[in-house]
């Protein structure tokens, strides 16, 4: 077997677990990952094989593990990317089916909307990726955990796992981004009546920040953001676990709300 060969394996392996709405387990026995390099190999591959049914094409892209708390526990070093699927697109205001996902986790983001394409090969920073973006809106992206155990998480079978991408609600983009300073612009959450709140520089200090650290990393790999992809840029917020009955509204100053219910 080859090595290609192995990796497209294991993308079959959790491509059928999808299917299956297996609960999540780590990669282990022959299947066991040796890098995220290698991780990363294996999330393509089973991007490829998503690709060519219902899941529709990729449109944008997730990062993950924003938060430092959150790489202790997983134990890795940087964030992690994913891809998202045009069928998991939703616009506000959106009703989800808690029985579409094995156990489904909300986050609370600003998304990014490309305007151009971002060259590979180069490293870039939040100066730098910045005249890329053409609008930015208020999102929640879905957590698809599999019922994950998060005691006992290996950081490469996330990242092969596409991340936990499970979608997005989208607000309105708007290009009124350009006049705030994303590093301390208000937001807040209401869920179920109660308020909470935070900043926008929650994600990495400034979500383009998390924008410019996947644009990197998708050009290390020989990938890179298109123009019209969406980039969700992690959560300012901890991540909750949908109830049937939920109704959700995430509000980032100047940019308006998004808005979506849980049936």
């Not at 009546?193 to 920040?209: D, R, S």
């Amino acid at each position: 077997m080859t090595d290609q060969q192995r990796i497209d394996r294991i993308a079959r392996h959790l491509h059928d677990a999808h299917a299956r709405r297996a609960r999540y387990e780590n990669l282990s026995g022959d299947n066991a990952l040796t890098s995220i390099e290698e991780a990363y190999r294996v999330q393509i591959a089973l991007n490829k094989l998503w690709e060519g049914g219902p899941k529709g094409a990729i449109v944008g892209y997730k990062i993950a593990l924003t938060s430092q708390a959150i790489r202790d526990l997983v134990g890795v070093d940087d964030p992690c990317g994913g891809a998202i699927f045009a069928s998991a697109v939703h616009q506000s205001p959106a009703t989800l089916q808690l029985s579409d996902y094995v156990r489904l986790g909300l986050e609370f983001e600003l998304a990014f909307r490309m305007g151009k394409d971002v060259p590979a090969g180069a490293e870039y920073d939040a100066e730098s990726i910045a005249p890329f973006v053409d609008a930015a809106m208020p999102a929640f992206e879905m957590i698809e955990d599999r019922d994950a155990d998060y005691s006992s998480l290996d950081a490469a079978t996330l990242v092969a796992d596409n991340a936990w991408s499970g979608g997005m609600v989208l607000g309105t983009p708007s290009t009124a981004w350009r006049g705030l300073d994303l590093a301390t612009t208000p937001v807040s959450l209401s869920l179920n009546g109660e308020t909470e709140v935070a900043v926008t520089g929650a994600a990495m200090g400034n979500p383009l920040t998390s924008l410019a650290y996947l644009a990197t990393l998708l050009a290390a790999q020989g990938r890179s953001l298109k123009a019209g992809d969406v980039v969700m840029s992690g959560s300012t917020l901890a991540t909750r676990f949908a109830k049937a009955g939920d109704h959700a509204i995430y509000s980032v100053e100047g940019l308006g709300s998004v808005e979506m219910r849980v049936a």
